[in-house]
């Protein structure tokens, strides 16, 4: 799947609310998340820019799908595919 180019960093942080994260602060143009869904905390911080750069997005994904022990390609399903 192709990763969308036009992603800003508070969209990705509004679609990982289905898979347990909150925002839990923000400085300056970093959000901070947090989820327990899996029973262990798992911090992430994100870009709060206009646009997330593709390196950024696939490196977060990632890390993300780490934690829920998933593969890349469902996280991205099920977060991308309407």
């Known amino acids: 799947m192709k990763l969308p180019r036009d992603l800003s960093g508070l969209e990705l942080s509004k679609m990982l609310r289905v898979h347990g994260y909150q925002v839990i602060r923000q400085v300056g143009s970093h959000v901070r998340l947090t989820s327990s869904i899996r029973g262990s905390a798992h911090h992430i911080t994100i870009p709060a820019h206009r646009v997330l750069k593709v390196g950024t997005l696939g490196g977060v994904l990632t890390e ?19």
């Open 64 to 82: 993300v799908a780490s934690y829920l022990k998933m593969s890349r390609a469902e996280l991205e399903q099920s977060l991308f595919d309407k």
